[in-house]
């Protein structure tokens, strides 16, 4: 769920990015279903980059291990 608190989640669509474009709204089929790339939250944005380092730091542990 969005924060709705940060400059993302009250940001506009910006009617060029590739999601916009498949919006209906902007004579798209609505096949992707995301939000505009500008309205992205800050906040999940910032908690995705932590698991992702995570994800990444126990892969590195995994190979030392294979080695």
């Keep these: 769920m969005r924060c709705g608190q940060c400059a993302g989640c009250h940001a ?3 009617g060029t990015c590739r999601f916009c474009k498949d919006m209906p709204q902007f004579g ?3 096949i992707m279903r995301q939000s505009c790339e500008k309205r992205k939250c800050e906040v999940i944005a910032a908690e995705e980059e932590v698991k992702a380092e995570e994800r990444r730091v126990e892969r590195e ?3 030392k291990v294979r080695q």
Excluded: H, K, L, V
Aim: glycine share 22%; aromatic share 0%; net charge neutral.
């Design 12 to 14: 506009i669509n910006c």
């Design 28 to 30: 798209g089929r609505g």
């Design 61 to 63: 542990a995994a190979d």
